[in-house]
């Protein structure tokens, strides 16, 4: 067996909303991905200690928000005062860390499309993915449909979950079940087969430099698609499809052009 139904989306999506042009994970990098031509992003969503899902890589801040404490220790509101900006460069400052429901309205209202990655903070999986889930269905009610979540059924607008960690997926399918998950790995998990059953995930993301064309070939032959992070390198880009890769996200928004 062989993937029938053609990937329904954008095949080259800018990670972390405008990969290492902009900020990332916020609305000022977004608008750097929708100027350099891009209406596929792929971002991270946490919750607050409060519960609230917000754009954001680490739990622990310090990379890009110069604080000592971590997503789960403060509530939203309190995020909302914190600069997610000045770490990138002066230009930024100021730059507020980005609420996921700002985002999605965002995104919704420029016709851009979003591959949501469940990042929860350690402990919080199965309820971040739940969260995340539900608040995703409500957003985008309009373009739910029965079936949605199968390779065969999928809304084109709507987005696709990934996450490295299965009861974030789990949770997202109890909340969200009409929408497609994709199962993250970096290092392939014994399990990673059933995991893709279970979970029923449209894809398998993975991490480009350790994929191979049987696995692609077998991951295919399962009737699932290929999504690889991050690919820099315009040729690694175009092999990378020759090899039969569905999509994938690149942080060089500069170098690789968004095409389809
Ligand atoms: O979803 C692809 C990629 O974003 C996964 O890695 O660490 O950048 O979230 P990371
Ligand atoms: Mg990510």
């Known amino acids: 067996m062989s993937m029938k139904t053609a990937w329904p989306y954008k095949k080259i999506v800018a990670h972390r909303g405008a990969g290492t042009m902009a900020p990332e994970n916020t609305l000022a990098g977004f608008r750097v991905g929708l100027q350099h031509g891009y209406h596929a992003f792929e971002t991270d969503a946490m919750l607050t200690k409060d519960g609230v899902a917000i754009l954001m890589h680490d739990p622990k801040f310090g990379r890009t928000i110069a604080d000592t404490r971590s997503v789960p220790e403060l509530t939203a509101a309190e995020i909302r005062q914190l600069d997610a900006g000045r770490w990138y460069s002066p230009f930024y400052a100021g730059e507020p860390p980005t609420g ?14 979003l591959n949501i990655e469940i990042k929860p903070a350690p402990g919080f999986e199965r309820e971040t993915g739940e969260v995340v889930g539900k608040l995703t269905t409500e957003l985008y009610a309009d373009l739910i449909r029965e079936g949605g979540a199968h390779a065969d059924g999928i809304v084109p607008q709507a987005p696709l979950f990934s996450s490295f960690k299965p009861d974030a997926l789990r949770g997202a399918k109890e909340t969200a079940p009409n929408l497609p998950r994709g199962l993250l790995v970096d290092v392939m998990p014994d399990n990673w087969r059933e995991l893709l059953d279970e979970i029923d995930c449209v894809a398998l993301h993975c991490n480009h430099t350790r994929l191979t064309q049987a696995r692609i070939d077998e991951v295919h032959a399962m009737g699932r698609w290929i999504f690889c992070y991050t ?16 999509g994938l996200c690149t942080d060089r928004l500069d170098l690789v052009h968004p095409v389809q």
């Open 100 to 113: 996921f429901e700002q985002a999605v309205r965002w995104c919704r209202a420029n016709d851009v499309w």
């Open 231 to 246: 690919v820099n390198d315009p040729k690694r880009v175009a092999e990378l499809f020759r090899m039969g890769v569905d």
